[in-house]
């Protein structure tokens, strides 16, 4: 799988949106595009997957360069909830056998 | 649906002794993820289950490792003897087909 590079940390304001980039200038033409986020103490929660088109859900939107080395995970309205380690991994999506390659993520602060 | 469902959720246990983790897909889920995850070394895949076979054990750490599934609506990971760097959070994780993993809560073992 492709290797992701992320920022250490952020912090953002409640209420705003909160864009977290995510770099992945390897990435091959059959990977997508995951985001997880871990809240502590919990287990790590899905958010949103893409592969080459912009898609949104109602946690958040995932926004895909057109050459596919960068992404950008948009909270639309951060609140205090949100305060958690946010994941991008990039994996191959097949059959049997795709596991998820967690790097160390982008720790996020919600800040009132 | 009730989740992915771990137990127990903490264990303390004294170096040597045996432990046994426990964990209960999604009903329907045909794949099995274990993760184990410090603060140094972050998550990281030690096993996982297709269909109740075993398809990569390469992250068990040694053969003090052992997992199991017998069946779709369970699993096992056994440590056995335990040593005090075996201390960790152990998730459990389920997936039905290539679709997207869902994740346990936790067990935190502490190995004394």
């Known amino acids: 799988d492709a290797k992701t590079t992320q920022p250490t940390s952020m912090d953002c304001a409640e209420g705003r949106a909160a864009n977290l980039p995510c770099n992945h200038s390897?990435?091959?033409?059959?990977?997508?595009v995951y985001w997880y986020r871990q809240i502590h103490s919990q287990g790590p929660q899905y958010i949103i997957h893409?592969?080459?088109n912009n898609e949104t859900n109602e946690m958040a939107s995932l926004i895909i360069t057109e050459d596919r080395k960068s992404s950008t995970l948009i909270l639309p309205h951060a609140t205090l909830r949100d305060t958690a380690v946010y994941y991008c991994?990039?994996?191959?999506?097949?059959?049997?056998?795709?596991?998820?390659?967690f790097g160390g993520g982008t720790r996020v602060l919600v800040k009132p | 649906d009730a989740g992915v469902i771990q137990s127990p959720r903490h264990e303390v246990t004294e170096m040597g002794q045996e432990v046994t983790l426990r964990c209960k897909p999604i009903?329907?889920?045909?794949?099995l993820f274990w993760y184990r995850q410090t603060m140094m070394r972050g998550l990281e895949l030690l096993i996982y289950?297709?269909?109740?076979?075993?398809?990569?054990d390469s992250g068990m750490p040694e053969d003090r490792f052992s997992a199991k599934m017998p069946n779709a609506s369970f699993s096992t990971l056994k440590i056995q003897p335990s040593e005090p760097r075996d201390s960790a959070v152990y998730f459990c994780?389920?997936?039905?087909?290539?679709?997207?993993?869902?994740f346990g809560p936790g067990t935190r073992l502490t190995v004394l």
């Open positions: 991994i990039v994996r191959v999506v097949e059959a049997a056998g795709n596991k998820l390659t």
């Open positions: 289950f297709n269909n109740n076979v075993p398809i990569d």
């Open positions: 009903s329907g889920h045909n794949s």
């Open positions: 893409g592969l080459k």
């Open positions: 390897t990435i091959s033409g059959n990977e997508y």
């Open positions: 994780a389920s997936r039905k087909n290539t679709d997207t993993q869902y």
